[in-house]
């Protein structure tokens, strides 16, 4: 009689003979320890978190606080922001002008504390507001 036999059968039985479950009279049960090894490889993934978002403040309202800043981690709603603030557990999207960027670049490379000065503007999106800085003076 002719046996019959199918891809996933076939895979079954290399994957035992290869991986030193050629001994086990059951392949699908080096399967499921295939399977098993995999979920839990599957389950230590970290997932990307979003960037927190910046909240909404009417425009026009001064901004100066002291705190620490990073470069910007993802794709921001408008061109100008280019860095994170972060501040008594809040966090502020930050736009620069060159001089002001070059300080707070280096203040993010070496992780230094900041004082920034500047003013809330709003971005082309909705809930999409980020502080113009006009001053930037590292702290110690």
Known sequence: MYERRTANSDFVTHFGNCCGFAGMKKPSLALLIAGAALAGVAGCAQIKQPPAQARAVPAGLRFDQVGSVTLF???PCTPQIMFSFRSAGSTVWLGAPKHEAKILTEAAKSNQRVHISGRWRRGG?????YVAVTSAELTR
């Open 73 to 75: 981690p993802g794709e």
């Open 125 to 129: 999106l909705s809930n999409c507001s």
